[in-house]
């Protein structure tokens, strides 16, 4: 993977600012009043969004 990003000209170690070659997921948590997550979701597209939560 690496080496394809290199290829295309994508050099994700200078955009994270270190050695890593690592990719953000965006993340969506819903906690209870009193802390406790009750629900979560997490997608590789970061165009995606959860879906609406009825507790």
Not at 6 to 32: C, M, W
Request: cysteine-free; glycine content about 8%; aromatic content about 8%.
């Amino acid at each position: 993977m690496q080496a394809n990003q290199k290829r295309s000209g994508i050099e994700l170690h200078q955009f994270n600012g270190d050695h890593t070659f690592e990719l953000p997921v965006t993340a969506t948590y819903i906690n209870d009043k009193k802390g406790t997550v009750i629900a979560g979701a997490s997608d590789l597209n970061h165009r995606s969004m959860m879906e609406p939560f009825k507790a």
